[in-house]
C-alpha cells in the first residue's frame, strides 16, 4: 500500500479563490509527521506547514492551513485567497521514526496547482 | 544562518561519466539525507548519513552510486558511470539531530545525462 496518496495530479483555482489539496496516509507508527512542501517550477522545495500526529490542533501558518483527521488517516492542505505565485507543485510528506530511531521521510506524488487571474 | 547548499545546482553528463554532487548542511546540522526525484514523480529517499557513517542506504541503488560524509568538508553523492536514467532532480536534506522532525532542503542539483 502506498504510504501517501495525493489522488488529483492537476488542480486550477481562480485567483482570491480558496482550494483544498488531499492528501491520505497509510501507517502503523502512532507517532508521526507530516508536512507540505511547495516545488514551484524554479525547482527548490519550500517547507509550508507541519502536523505532529499528537498535535490537539490543526496546524495554521498565514494563508495554509492543515486539515488533519487522524481517523480518516487524511492531512489536506488548504491555501486561503489563492496568488498567482501560488502556482507549483504541492508534495505531501509524512515522516516516520525508523528502527534505527531516526526519522524516515516519504513523500507523495504531487499535485499541480495552477492559479486562474 | 545560510540553509543547505548544493552545488553545482545542474550537471550536464555524458553516458559512462563520472558524477559528484555536493551538499553543505547547514551549519550545526550533521545530519544529511539524499533523494531523487525522477520527472514528474515525487522525491525518493535514497540514503541517510551521519558524520563518517551511512545509516540507512536502503534507497540507494546497489550499484554505481555511493554517498559519504566525511569527517570535513561537504557531503557528496557519486554516480559512477552515469546512465540516461540517471537524469534526475537530486535534492539534499539536513537536520540537527537524529529525532529531529523537520529536514531543511537544498536547492536540488539537476542532472542531465546526454
Known amino acids: 500500500a502506498q504510504k501517501i496518496t495525493q489522488t488529483q495530479p492537476g488542480m486550477f483555482v481562480q485567483e482570491k479563490e480558496a482550494v483544498t489539496l488531499d492528501c491520505t496516509y497509510d501507517t502503523s507508527d502512532p507517532s508521526y509527521g507530516l508536512f507540505w512542501y511547495k516545488q514551484p517550477s524554479s525547482g527548490e522545495m519550500i517547507f509550508l506547514i507541519y502536523q505532529g500526529s499528537y498535535d490537539q490542533q490543526n496546524a495554521t501558518e498565514g494563508r495554509y492551513s492543515l486539515n488533519f483527521q487522524k481517523a480518516r488517516k487524511s492531512a489536506n492542505l488548504v491555501i486561503s485567497a489563492s496568488q498567482l505565485g501560488d502556482s507549483a507543485m504541492y508534495f505531501c510528506?509524512?515522516?516516520?521514526?525508523?528502527?534505527?530511531?531516526?526519522?524516515?521521510?516519504?513523500f507523495g506524488t504531487g499535485t499541480k496547482l495552477q492559479v486562474i487571474p | 544562518n545560510a540553509g543547505v547548499m548544493q552545488n553545482p545546482r545542474h550537471l550536464v553528463r555524458r553516458r559512462g561519466q563520472e558524477a559528484r554532487l555536493r551538499c553543505s548542511p547547514m551549519k550545526g546540522h550533521s545530519h544529511v539525507y539524499w533523494y531523487r526525484q525522477l520527472p514528474e514523480e515525487g522525491l525518493k529517499f535514497m540514503v541517510y548519513l551521519q558524520k563518517e557513517n551511512i545509516i540507512d542506504e536502503s534507497g540507494m541503488p546497489k550499484e554505481r552510486f555511493s554517498a559519504e560524509f566525511p569527517k570535513e568538508g561537504p557531503s557528496i553523492l557519486r554516480i559512477q558511470q552515469v546512465v540516461r536514467g540517471d537524469s534526475a532532480a537530486y535534492f539534499c536534506?539536513?537536520?540537527?539531530?537524529?529525532?529531529?522532525?523537520?529536514?531543511?532542503f537544498g536547492p536540488g542539483t539537476r542532472l542531465l545525462v546526454l
Open positions: 536534506a539536513s537536520s540537527p539531530r537524529r529525532t529531529e522532525e523537520t529536514q531543511y
Open positions: 510528506a509524512m515522516r516516520e521514526v525508523s528502527r534505527g530511531g531516526y526519522q524516515k521521510v516519504t
